[in-house]
């Protein structure tokens, strides 16, 4: 079995359901690249590193297994998915369908408020900058996105979409892991921009590139790690 030493232990929030709580780490490991593509991992092994009973892993397995995020093999063992570009790519399609509707109506009703909170985010970002957080950038950079669902009151599409971005995500990170930041601030910085002047087309054009790099990104990174992609 593989080591999963590197897991990472998520906090338990209050009222949260244990199911919940091994999905959302489990999530966040696959994600984040704590748990690699075509690494195997063991039911019982994740029980006791969260601390909770077979039951609540076991489905946590079993809904990720539905999204494509674990592969069962009978009599064998379960190990997270390779990253199969076919699933990134509407994983993006999704997220860029959807998005450039979002920005174009938080342009229309964005506060200052909302863009004081998106200017603090950017700059936090810019602090990770020497250190090379990646994971932290990552979900810097996801929580700037979660923003413009928030100021349009869509939240629940944001929640609906959460295992597609999965899937995205891996991309995302291996891409910080490997380059540096400078490209995202560079187009987040295009997209806060764009918002303060409420400028939708300008919004939607910042978006567009922004989500379409992961594209490019892939081709460069299957390359370099064939090992973590469908060949």
């Not at 009222?15 to 966040?28: G, K, M, S, V």
Request: hydrophobic share 45%; proline share 2%.
């Amino acid at each position: 079995m593989a080591d999963i030493s590197d897991l990472i232990i998520l906090h338990k929030k209050p009222h949260e359901l244990t199911r919940d709580y091994a999905l959302r780490c489990l999530e966040y490991n696959i994600s984040n690249l704590h748990l690699k593509p075509g690494q195997f991992v063991s039911e019982q092994i994740i029980c006791q590193k969260l601390g909770v009973s077979r039951t609540p892993v076991r489905e946590a397995f079993s809904k990720l297994a539905n999204e494509a995020l674990l592969v069962i093999y009978p009599q064998i063992g379960t190990c997270v998915s390779l990253i199969d570009s076919r699933q990134v790519q509407e994983a993006r399609f999704t997220r860029w369908i959807i998005e450039k509707a979002i920005i174009e109506i938080a342009c229309q009703i964005r506060t200052e408020e909302d863009l004081v909170w998106l200017k603090e985010n950017l700059e936090h970002q810019k602090n990770l900058l020497s250190c090379h957080d990646y994971e932290g950038f990552l979900e810097l950079d996801n929580l700037f996105h979660q923003k413009f669902f928030e100021i349009c009151k869509m939240e629940l599409t944001r929640v609906l979409i959460q295992s597609l971005l999965v899937h995205f995500d891996r991309v995302r990170a291996l891409y910080l892991i490997e380059m540096d930041f400078q490209r995202t601030i560079k187009e987040h910085e295009s997209i806060l921009e764009a918002l303060q002047a409420q400028d939708k087309k300008k919004a939607v054009e910042a978006i567009d590139l922004h989500l379409t790099q992961v594209l490019t990104d892939m081709d460069v990174l299957s390359a370099r790690f064939p090992q973590f992609f469908v060949s």
